[in-house]
């Protein structure tokens, strides 16, 4: 760099934009252009200050306990400085994210520098002012975001818990429990108990990809669509039609769900449809076995090429009879883990049911959960679980 570039160079830096320019010239005298390539760190955190840097050209990144907190780009950056000011150890680690020159002027010609020019003094003063403004700046753009964030979690996990039933199903033929519990604050499991026309009941289990607010948000559309859907045709197909839309109109951020739609009639019919999910559990009362109503379908929201558009969900049936139980649940039940990685397992789950299938669901739903929580051992939630038994009268 040329003197005459260095002077304007420096004229533009906060830290002496009020020299003069035979003071400007001095400071170039003391001034030392390095360079570094890229991934190159200039200083560690825990270093001694003896030096303090103008970035030229380049960008650097601040890093500290091992993460990238900040980086910069502008010329004329002054870092560095606190630890000549303070004389302690350096604060963060600095690293070139490109490769970087600079203007690197030592502790003792800095101070040497400053005693003989007051002016160099207001322009730390400007340099620490702006760099404390512009922190405090990054802290409450970071607070502002964790409350929105916060607050869109919280009524993400109001709507989700509002579009749960408000009670069990009270019917002549059956009565019922459910249960959900999401990971987090929300997630994307959801079941519904749908009051269909000509005394027949509807039960609806769905487990959203994902967890958290958008999931959240795609089992509220689930249910909208499901309740408005209902009061034209609660047929299987054009309940799934339905909630393939809704499915598809969050095509571009790639979220599926698997559910289960069951409708369950007086005559004692059973007429079922089950996209993605685990099979549900039909134990039959009299034989002491249980039937698995296993998946037909994709999950819904899933594209199979040249298939997508022409899925036609047709519904399957079988019979049920007074005593008999049917078991909806995700696969956050049977997949759940503890600190040895131990899965739950599917034959643990079924074994309790048949253990219990003389109690109530109620019973039966609280007996689970307990066997759950103790093969955890504390261990936390990894996935939603939900989880509707209803047994037949």
């Known amino acids: 760099m040329l003197v005459e570039q260095k002077i304007q160079f420096l004229k533009n830096t906060e830290l002496f934009a009020e020299l003069s320019k035979a003071n400007l ?28 840097y103008l970035l030229v050209n380049g960008e650097i990144s601040i890093i500290k306990a091992e993460m990238e907190v900040l980086s910069f780009k502008e010329k004329g950056y002054c870092f560095g400085e606190v630890a000549l000011i303070d004389n302690k150890l350096r604060s963060a680690t600095i690293r070139t994210v490109t ?17 003989r020019e007051p002016l160099i003094g207001r322009g730390m003063f400007r340099v620490l002012n702006n760099k404390i403004r512009h922190d405090l700046e990054v802290q409450m753009s970071a607070i502002r975001k964790e409350v929105a964030q916060e607050e869109s979690m919280r009524l993400a996990a109001e709507v989700q818990q509002s579009i749960l039933p408000n009670e069990e199903i009270t019917h002549p033929c059956l009565i019922s429990a459910g249960y959900c519990q999401p990971t987090n604050s929300v997630g994307g499991d ?14 609806f289990i769905g487990d959203v990809m994902g967890h958290g607010f958008h999931s959240a948000m795609v089992a509220a559309m689930t249910k909208s669509c499901i309740q408005t859907q209902i009061q034209f ?20 951020t790639f979220i599926y769900m698997t559910c289960c739609y069951v409708i369950i009639h007086q005559d004692k019919r059973l007429e079922f449809v089950n996209a993605g999910h685990p099979s549900m559990l039909l134990y039959r009362a009299n034989t002491g076995k249980f039937i698995e109503l296993d998946s037909q379908y994709a999950p819904v929201g899933i594209a199979l ?24 649940y995700s696969d956050g039940i049977t997949e759940a883990f503890n600190a040895k990685e131990e899965v739950y397992g599917y034959k643990r789950f079924k074994n309790l049911i048949f253990e219990k299938r003389h109690l109530t669901p109620t019973e039966i739903k609280d007996a689970i959960l307990v066997d759950l929580a103790a093969h955890q051992q504390g261990e936390g939630l990894h996935d939603d679980i939900t989880l509707v038994i209803t047994k037949f009268l």
């Open 99 to 115: 490769p970087t020159n600079l203007l690197r002027i030592s502790q003792d010609d800095f101070f040497y520098a400053l005693a």
């Open 305 to 328: 090429p040249h298939k997508a558009s022409f899925v036609h969900y047709q519904s399957s049936e079988t019979t049920w009879e007074p005593g008999d139980l049917l078991i909806l």
């Open 25 to 52: 010239k001095s400071i170039c005298d003391i001034a030392d252009e390095v360079a570094y390539p890229a991934d190159h760190t200039i200083f560690e955190e825990g270093d001694e200050g003896d030096s303090l």
């Open 233 to 252: 045709d609660a047929s299987v197909s054009e309940v799934m039609k339905a909630i393939k839309r809704v499915t598809e109109e969050d095509a571009q």
């Open 190 to 203: 959801y079941y519904d108990y749908l009051h269909l026309p000509n005394k027949q009941v509807g039960i």
